[in-house]
């Protein structure tokens, strides 16, 4: 009896032994059950990211192939059916569509006609039959504009590197350095732009550029100042214009810091407007060929202050050697000035312009008989020689003297002074002054008495004439014309 109710005891021990055991390993199994789904959560998830990014690269590239093919198949149309224009009649020649006459830019063919529309043509930016060969640009006929095709129009994916510049493209266009040069030449504005589509691809890390272009000189120019928040996590994109012509065109594009993100460049053509301006006339070979000359010759353009000759060879181009030869100065005045002038009498005042008489020749009417002044007509170079005769009456050995001055704006610019000693009665002597001088328009010039021994001494004449005043523009500032 004893016994009996211990066993139940002992199987109830026992199934509570049994229970709580197992109780306890199906905990343990339930937690590492737990424990394993969440690892296979957690890597789902993080797989689910992955292929999110993939799917998004993915879904860029399919984006990028589909604008290639139809790239592709617009060009095989193309191919098919010509709709390269050029401006007059074209000729089939070695299965090649070619022009009898070529234009140098879109704004020129445009200009000539007004209601060609806008399509592909053919131009020569270096000039037709010199040079290097026409090349096929866009033409946008509603504004003139000249659009260079290059190989690198599409968006193009970076790919995923971290280091500065790690991904390098270089870019190449349909057309020569030297078409691109002319036509850039000729053309008032150019621009190309650069979008970056990015995300989490910083352009620059810690104040180093890790992104940056190639001008066509090839030096470096980052894109810091324009091309910003690619540093975000949200897909964005963000682009500039390059305005400046002596950086375009882009020749290379540098891009890196894409390892825990993308990025994607898309590079816009060269697109040239407009007709280059000349602030001034022409002063050079190459401003004359902007303004449209190609004809090799002499020509005469304006130097900073004369016309000069130069010899201009339009078969090469402006930074080219032996593209202008200088000639040399041309002697060209807008009016001739020169003036010969006399006295026929007896003159002694001091500090009074000397007048004359009588002009042989005065051209231009720069010289005044009656005050006595010469007034430039123009800015230059004037040249100028006055001789007269001094009377002096008899002296010891201290002397006689008399000095005339010769006078630019009041002020004295030279002295011709005569002195003797010992004279006798009416003694004459010579007295000379010459100057070369640079004047302004408006600027005088005339001749004083400054200083004499005694009230006796004078700057003798008569009808014989002995007083001579002569000067003539050597060579005009036509610069300030
Ligand atoms: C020509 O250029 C203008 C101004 O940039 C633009 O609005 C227009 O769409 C262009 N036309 C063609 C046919 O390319
Ligand atoms: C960008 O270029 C300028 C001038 O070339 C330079 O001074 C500057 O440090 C550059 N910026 C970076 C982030 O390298
Ligand atoms: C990518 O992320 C790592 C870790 O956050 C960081 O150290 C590294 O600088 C990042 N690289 C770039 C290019 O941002
Ligand atoms: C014209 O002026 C420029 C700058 O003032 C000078 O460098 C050049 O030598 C001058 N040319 C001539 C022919 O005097």
Known sequence: MINFPIIPLCFLVLVQCTSSTAGLFLEEKISRLEKNYMKIKEDLESKIVTLETKVIRLEEKVEQQQVLISDLIRSVKDQQHPSTKSLSVKVYVNQEWKANAILRSCREIHESDSLLDSGNYWIDPDGQGIGDDA????CNMTIGSTSLPHDSETKMDVGQCSEPGCYSRKINYYASDRQISALMEL??????????????????????????????????????????HCDSDLHTHTHGIIHTKSELPVKR???????????????????CTGKAKLKQMPGSCEDLFRLGHNLDGLYSVMGNTTVESVYCDFSKLPNEQGFQKW???NDIKSSPVYFYVQRNSVFTRLSTPIPFSRALVNIGNAM?????????????????????????????????????????NGRPIGSGRVEEANTVSQQWSPLIVQSTLNMKMGDRVWLQIVDKSSEEVTLFDNAERYTHFTGWMLQEDIGSL
Not at 189 to 208: F, H, K, M, W
Not at 372 to 386: D, K, L, V
Not at 389 to 408: E, H, Q, T
């Open 135 to 138: 090349i096929n640009v866009y």
């Open 187 to 228: 053309s008032h504005e150019c621009s190309q732009s650069i979008r970056y589509d990015c995300q989490n691809a910083p352009l620059t890390l810690d104040g180093v550029a890790i992104a940056w272009w190639n001008d066509v000189n090839g030096h470096k120019r980052n894109f810091s100042t324009w091309l910003t």
């Open 253 to 271: 594009l540098n891009f890196g810091g894409t390892s825990n993100g993308s990025g994607q460049h898309t590079l816009g053509r060269l697109e």
């Open 327 to 329: 000639i040399g100065f």
């Open 368 to 408: 005044n008989l009656t005050s006595g002044r010469f007034t430039a007509p123009r800015s230059g170079i004037y040249y100028f020689s006055f001789t007269g005769l001094a009377d002096f009456p008899s002296s010891s050995s201290i002397g006689v003297y008399l000095k005339v001055d010769l006078y630019l």
